[in-house]
């Protein structure tokens, strides 16, 4: 569906460009850009003469970039979400819940239409269904396809195999997002101070020299223009 409407947004750029064309617009303003006078015509002519080019180019590109948009904020909503949901589910698994009774009991106390939680809705659903177990969890990585997930999904699946309990890989899982989030949360106070000083080089500074030497400059200039006016 994205690539029919992808190609057809392409076609109708073009149509346009060649409208444009044939309609005798760009010929006009080709010779409106060429009655400028200097730089300022060649500059126009060129951007004249890119503008199809351009229309195209940006009708093929401007889809792919909303979408690389859209997931990118996809990923990192599931990356702010899997932490507390891990925990819930190792939490409710140590309480002596099984597996499928804490991911329904997390999933009724979480409200909301989030990736992660429709994800886990569907992985539910599918599950219902008569789905295996282990196919479902690869259909959930597969459909998000983020690191953490990846390596959450593929500890489920081992542990499935080899029929031990979820309770352990949980907690692990759990153990180790939050460490993960508390090296990255370090790192970046770590980095903030290096980031500050930029901003107090470019707007502090100037205000603390003026402060600090104007009245002095202001005497200083008050003194010579004094001895200027007396000589």
């Known amino acids: 569906n994205f690539l029919v409407a992808w ?3 392409v076609g109708a750029a073009g149509a346009a460009a060649w409208l444009l064309e044939s309609s005798g617009a760009l010929e006009e303003a080709r010779a409106v850009a060429a009655s400028a006078s200097g730089a300022l015509s060649s500059a126009l002519t060129g951007i004249v003469a890119a503008l199809p080019a351009v229309l195209v180019l940006g009708a093929a590109v401007l889809p792919w970039a909303v979408v690389d948009s859209r997931r990118k904020e996809r990923l990192k909503q599931v990356e702010e979400d899997l932490p ?3 925990e819930m589910l190792a939490t409710m698994s140590e309480s002596g819940l099984a597996f499928d009774l804490a ?7 979480t409200k909301g239409d989030r990736p992660l939680l429709a994800e886990l809705r569907a992985f539910e659903a599918e599950m219902r269904g008569g789905v295996p177990r282990v196919q479902c969890f690869r259909r ?3 459909r998000i396809e983020h690191p953490a997930t990846t390596n959450f999904v593929s500890a489920l699946v ?9 309770t352990r890989v949980l907690r692990a899982q759990a153990d180790d997002m939050r460490n993960r989030r508390r090296e990255e949360a370090n790192a970046m106070a770590q980095a903030m101070t290096v980031k500050l ?8 500074l100037p205000g603390i020299f003026v402060v600090a030497l104007g009245p002095a400059m202001y005497k200083l200039v008050d003194f010579v223009g004094g001895i ?3 000589m």
Do not use: D, N, W, Y
């Open 7 to 9: 190609g057809g947004l």
């Open 84 to 86: 507390t949901t891990l």
């Open 103 to 109: 991911l329904q009991k997390t999933l009724a106390t």
């Open 140 to 142: 959930f990585g597969r």
């Open 158 to 166: 081992q542990a499935e195999q080899v029929g031990s309990g979820f």
């Open 197 to 204: 000083v930029f901003p107090l080089v470019i707007c502090f």
């Open 228 to 230: 200027a006016v007396g």
